[in-house]
C-alpha cells in the first residue's frame, strides 16, 4: 500500500488529525531518495564496460601498438588497481563488512578483470603455460578466492568459483547444454558433480561456523545451477546409469525446495534468494520428468496436438505453483 493510502486511511479513522496527515504528506514527496545502489550498479556497468573495451581495444590494434607496450600497460593496470584495493582494504571480519572505502570494490574488480585479460594475451601470444590449459583457470580461481574473503566481494567470489568450474573442465551454461559436448563424456559429468557436492559442503559448513554466511548464497546459485545441469547431463546421456540419475536428480531438487522453504521461514531478509532456489528445484526438476515421461511414456498415436496439450497444461500448473510460492513468500515477508 502506498504511503498515501496509509495516510488517507489513518486519517479516516481519525488516528491522525489533518495538519499532522498533511505534515507527513509533505515530508513523504519531500524527503531524500537514496540511489545507493543505482550507482553502485552503473559503476559496475562502467568497470565491466571498460574492461571489455580494453579487450577489443588489444584484438583489434595489437599489432600497431605493440606487445611489449600492451603487457606493460595491461600490469601497471593491474598493479594500480590491486595497490589502491590494498591501500583501502576494510577491516577483516567473519561476517559481513559495512564500513569500507567507496572505490575498493570496484578497483578490486577491476584487477580482476584486467588480470583475466593479462592472462589470455600473455597465452595467447607468449603461450605463457603451454598446453596446460588447466594452469590458466586455476590460477586465477587460487588469486581470487583469499581476495574475496579478505576484501568481503560475492562479485569477485563470483569469479573464483568459474575459474575454479573451468579448471575441472566444465563451462556451466544452460542453454546450450544440449548442443555442447561437455556433458557427453561421463568423467566431466562426475567431476561436475563431485565438485558441485564440495562447494555446497564448503559453503554449509562455513555458514555454520558464521564465517561469511553471506557468501552462501552466491555458493550455492553457482554450485547448485552446476550441480542441476550435470545431473541432467547424465540423465540425458548415459541410459546404463539413467535412474540413478534420475533419482539423484529428484533428492536434489527436494533438498533445494526444503532448503528454499527453510530459508523463508528463518530469515524472511532472503526472500528473492529462497525463491530462487525454490525455482531451480522447480524449473530443473520439470526439465528431468518431461524427459523421463517422453522417454518412457510417451504412447505411440500421440499426434502433435497432444503434445501442444502437454506442454500448456503442464507449464499453467508450473506457474501457477511458482506464482502460488512467490505469493506466500511476500506474504510471510
Not at 154 to 167: F, K, P
Not at 227 to 246: D, K, M, S, V, W
Not at 252 to 265: I, K, N, P, Q, S
Not at 300 to 329: C, E, K
Request: glycine residues 8%.
Amino acid at each position: 500500500m502506498s504511503p498515501e493510502k496509509v495516510l488517507n486511511e489513518l486519517g479516516k479513522q481519525g488516528i491522525l488529525s489533518p495538519e499532522q496527515q498533511s505534515l507527513l504528506a509533505d515530508y513523504e514527496q519531500k524527503k531524500p531518495v537514496s540511489i545507493h545502489w543505482e550507482l553502485r550498479s552503473m559503476l559496475y556497468v562502467g568497470i565491466t564496460a571498460l574492461s571489455a573495451g580494453l579487450g577489443y581495444l588489444i584484438y583489434a590494434n595489437f599489432d600497431q601498438i605493440g606487445h611489449g607496450s600492451l603487457l606493460l600497460a595491461m600490469i601497471a593496470g593491474c598493479v594500480a588497481s590491486l595497490v589502491y584495493a590494498w591501500l583501502n582494504r576494510p577491516v577483516w571480519s567473519t561476517t559481513m563488512v559495512t564500513d569500507r572505502a567507496a572505490f575498493t570494490d570496484y578497483a578490486l574488480l577491476l584487477f580482476c578483470l584486467l588480470f583475466l585479460t593479462l592472462e589470455g594475451y600473455a597465452q595467447y601470444q607468449y603461450t605463457l603455460f603451454g598446453t596446460r590449459y588447466g594452469l590458466a583457470t586455476l590460477l586465477p580461481a587460487l588469486l581470487f578466492l583469499p581476495l574475496a574473503y579478505r576484501f568481503d566481494h560475492r562479485g569477485v567470489l563470483a569469479i573464483a568459483l568459474v575459474a575454479l568450474i573451468s579448471w575441472v573442465g566444465v563451462t556451466v551454461r544452460p542453454l546450450n547444454l544440449y548442443l555442447k559436448t561437455n556433458f557427453f563424456a561421463q568423467p566431466t559429468v562426475l567431476s561436475a558433480i563431485g565438485l558441485s557436492l564440495l562447494l555446497i559442503g564448503v559453503a554449509l559448513a562455513l555458514e555454520r561456523r558464521s564465517i561469511k554466511a553471506h557468501f552462501t548464497y552466491t555458493y550455492l546459485t553457482t554450485a547448485g545451477n552446476l550441480l542441476l545441469i550435470a545431473l541432467l547431463g547424465g540423465l540425458f546421456n548415459f541410459r546404463e546409469q539413467r535412474l540413478l540419475y534420475a533419482l539423484a536428480l529428484l533428492v536434489t531438487c527436494v533438498g533445494f525446495d526444503l532448503y528454499a522453504r527453510y530459508e523463508r521461514r528463518t530469515k524472511p531478509d532472503r526472500v528473492a534468494g529462497s525463491f530462487l532456489f525454490l525455482l531451480m528445484a522447480t524449473v530443473y526438476g520439470y526439465i528431468g520428468l518431461t524427459f523421463l515421461f517422453f522417454t518412457y511414456f510417451h504412447p505411440t498415436n500421440w499426434g502433435d496436438g497432444w503434445y501442444y496439450w502437454y506442454f500448456i497444461l503442464t507449464g499453467i500448473a508450473l506457474i501457477a505453483y511458482l506464482i502460488r510460492q512467490l505469493t506466500g513468500s511476500r506474504q510471510t515477508a
